[in-house]
């Protein structure tokens, strides 16, 4: 899928001007047209409520312009993508902004891309992926920017929509595959067995259960400049293992990858917009499935740096995995390790589905963070790394436990647990998502959706003083 601007000719008179108004400069605006201009406007009811849209029609029928509503700031506050949501009221064309009505450009014109999205893999006849209500670039935006923004979020979208059946470790090792290709990475992959040789011993005993291997994936990309590690949870089913999910739970599990699918999304971006950085992404993929060698409750595994950890629920078991992954991130030392995953319930309860939790080591960085998510209509949240709640994830046979009894602070304590994995690394940042969009949301049509990696690709000039 290209989600992209329109390029037309400038001498095309097909392009259609959109004006977006608001209640307040409604009048002003009309007080300026045709007597027939106004009558229209009226007829339609039309009065720049937010999401309104309203397409005038010229002397011949034909669309001579598009009104698009964005409501008081009021309302505005209240959502994402106003511009968005009137363009998906708008038919087929190409248009073309007159005036802004005082929004931020950059983020609304990625908004009216990525409402173009559509994930239509198995659907027969659906047409061109993209939309159809196509925008040119306005004026005063980096085009190229939004574009690969726009481009690394379907990319993200396009892995988390795909079923299990079409998207197992090895095809999510596919995927990576294929990105690296596309940027000139290097990737080296180690599967089945062989983790056990190369010291993944979590990673494989989550993983060894299921009919397609586990696999640890490692793709490094740049060759200057400050290093970067991303870590991405690609459990790619989970269904629970032997502490079993009831079918309730299960049916969203095709998500469980969404922390691998979003750092994909990000490593895209960022090698699309070729930053100085050294960049490397971690992706264990697994599927957690129930067999005779499914790992147990009341296990103890030791990880690869010599944690050992006792198993007390089969079904936490994305920590697991990504434990022996950032190990290996911190081995090396980077600038920055920033983990990813669909980790916890917990996190939904406490901010709901639209906000991504984030926990940091530092200040700086998560106030980077914090202040570019509200920059780029991309929300999260700090969480905190909470020292006192860490005796409840030392269970005393062993040196950590993967499922603390009690269900308080559930991610808190999740986010304690990965922490203990990075020790010789400065900064680490990690992101507690859902992604998945519950229902459809101006630019976000319901399913898997990107969480966090717009906010960080912006924090990323200070995190790594670039």
Known sequence: MRLSFARPDPSDADVI?????????????????????????????????????????????????????IGTPAQRRRGRFVLAQGAARLPAGIYRLESDGGLDL???????????????????????????????????????????????EGLTRDLINTPASDMGPDALEQAARDLAADFGARIEVTQGDALLDGNFPMIHAVGRAAARAPRLID???????????????????????????????????????GGAATVLGLARMIMALDLPVQLRVLIPAVENAVSGSAFRPGDILTARNGLTVEINNTDAEGRLVLADALALADEGKPDLIISMATLTGAARVAVGPDLAPFYSTGDAPAAQIAKAGEDVADPVWRMPFHDPYEPMIEPGIADLDNAPAGGFAGSITAALFLR??????????????????????????????GQGARAVLDALPGLLSL
């Open 106 to 152: 950059s983020v609304e014109a990625l908004g009216w891309l990525l409402a173009g999205y559509r994930f239509d893999r198995y659907r027969a006849g659906t047409g061109a992926a993209g939309g159809s209500a196509q925008l040119v670039a306005p004026d005063g935006i980096d085009a190229d920017r939004i574009e690969a923004i726009a481009a690394g």
């Open 17 to 69: 001007p959109v004006h977006v108004l608001d209640p307040d400069t409604l009048d002003g605006f009309l007080a300026d047209q045709t007597p027939q201009v106004r009558a229209w406007v009226a007829a339609n009811g039309f009065a720049a409520a937010k999401g309104a849209a309203l397409l005038v029609p010229g002397d011949h029928g034909a669309p001579a312009m598009a009104l698009l509503g």
């Open 420 to 449: 203990r994995f990075v020790v010789d690394t400065a900064d680490y940042v990690h992101f507690d998502i859902y992604g998945w969009q519950p229902s459809a949301a101006p630019a976000r049509p319901k399913g898997g959706v």
């Open 219 to 257: 793709m490094h990309w740049g060759n200057s400049g400050p290093v970067l590690a991303l870590v991405g949870k690609g459990v790619c089913f989970d269904t629970g293992g032997l502490n079993l999910k009831p079918g309730g739970s299960m049916g969203l599990m095709k998500k469980d990858m």
